[in-house]
């Protein structure tokens, strides 16, 4: 993979403009094994903001600069066809579910999310650096994603 580059612009508000522009009126965008994902404005929130306290049901109230920096990257990653995706892990269930897709660039601990709908298409659901080596170690280990037939 080209070395990635991070992204520095003004303010949340050309994040957000670079997000839609590049995102969401390109979609969908192509994964390597040719899923179609599509960007959406309202997952804007959830993907560049993080939580003032910590805790995963805690809403998430602050623009995260190094999420937003790193936008330009989901598309990457999401074409990488060296990157095997793996099953996401739903929290608040407790266990993995196979709707979620995870792609998990090791070098930079950078994860995407997507999630299925019943045809088979993707929605972006986040991105982040995971900055907890214990979790990315779970992420590394996490089942092998297979696409449905």
């Not at 709908?117 to 993707?122: N, Y």
């Amino acid at each position: 993979m080209n070395s990635l580059e991070l992204l520095y612009l003004d303010n949340e508000n050309a994040y957000r403009k670079h997000y839609i522009e590049n995102y969401c009126k390109k979609c969908p965008i192509l994964t390597f094994d040719e899923i179609p994902v599509m960007f959406y404005p309202e997952k804007f929130e959830h993907a560049f903001y993080k939580r003032s306290i910590p805790s995963w049901k805690a809403p998430k109230t602050l623009f995260d600069y190094s999420r937003a920096e790193r936008m330009d990257w989901i598309k990457t990653v999401l074409k990488d066809p060296h990157i095997v995706p793996k099953v996401g892990f739903d929290k608040a269930r407790g266990k993995y579910d196979n709707k979620r897709r995870v792609a998990f660039l090791n070098e930079e601990n950078y994860l995407v999310v997507i999630e299925l709908d019943k045809k088979g298409k993707g929605i972006f659901i986040t991105a982040y650096v995971v900055d907890n080596e214990s979790t990315a170690e779970k992420i590394r280990n996490s089942p092998n994603w297979i696409k449905a037939k």
